[in-house]
């Protein structure tokens, strides 16, 4: 299995400019998660789909980031207009877990190192 | 909801040594526990985790303990070597709140050769 893959691995771009982040989750699991690491805050959960459905995005910081996923095999976090306080590395992780269900390991990706200038 | 505080944010120990890392939890519902690795430039992976039924795990040189009354549980890494360098993130999982973690700050483990 190749793992959680994610790309692109690492992204700079202008303040304003339009970023786009992907995921391939794990095939199979059913719980796909978008976390942001920075050194200031750790590790922050910025939003959970269950079979493809947005359960908790109370983590996203602003109306500028959107997260879709549109089928089981694919998701994409979006952040329209970029800003330099978005600087992180951000992370797809995925589940085999269910609700209710005790086991539930969570998959991480090697991250998208995104700078914005 | 769920709060994790973990300590020490940074630990040196030389190789060969013990390493003790430690978390407490708030939320009493919380039933699991996994403590993932994470090397520099690459995503965190789990190394052990434990499940609120049993109060200590092992495997090799690494074990877990946990506290339910206490709401606390550490990591044991015992005769550390270079390659246990790296950061050490705790998380609690309340099952009825799906499969949301709440990681811990991490802690920065440097094993001296």
């Known amino acids: 299995d190749a793992g959680v893959i994610q790309s692109p691995r690492h992204e700079v771009t202008e303040m304003g400019q339009e970023v786009t982040l992907r995921c391939k989750p794990i095939s199979g699991h059913n719980s796909l998660f978008w976390y942001r690491q920075t050194m200031m805050r750790g590790l922050e959960l910025l939003i959970y789909?269950?079979?493809?459905?947005?359960?908790?995005d109370s983590g996203m910081p602003e109306d500028r980031f959107s997260a879709k996923m549109p089928n089981a095999s694919f998701s994409t976090l979006k952040i329209q207009p970029s800003e330099p306080r978005d600087s992180a590395v951000y992370f797809c992780?995925?589940?085999?877990?269910?609700?209710?269900?005790?086991?539930?390991?969570?998959?991480f990706g090697p991250g998208t190192r995104l700078t914005v200038l | 909801g769920e709060n994790v505080e973990q300590h020490p944010s940074t630990l040196s120990v030389q190789e060969g040594d013990s390493a003790v890392i430690k978390c407490t939890y708030s939320?009493?519902?919380?039933?699991?526990f996994p403590w993932y690795k994470q090397e520099l430039g690459k995503g965190p992976q789990l190394i052990i985790d434990?499940?609120?039924?049993?109060g200590e795990k092992k495997d090799q040189r690494i074990a877990v303990t946990l506290n339910k009354t206490a709401k606390h549980f550490s990591l044991h890494i015992t005769e550390t070597q270079p390659e246990d360098s790296a950061v050490y993130f705790c998380?609690?999982?309340?099952?009825?709140?799906?499969?949301?973690?709440?990681f811990g700050s991490g802690t920065k483990l440097n094993v001296k050769p």
């Open positions: 998380a609690a999982l309340n099952p009825y709140n799906f499969n949301k973690f709440y």
């Open positions: 789909f269950n079979n493809n459905v947005p359960i908790d």
């Open positions: 992780a995925s589940s085999p877990g269910h609700a209710g269900v005790a086991y539930n390991e969570q998959f």
């Open positions: 434990i499940r609120s039924n049993v």
């Open positions: 939320d009493s519902a919380s039933n699991y």
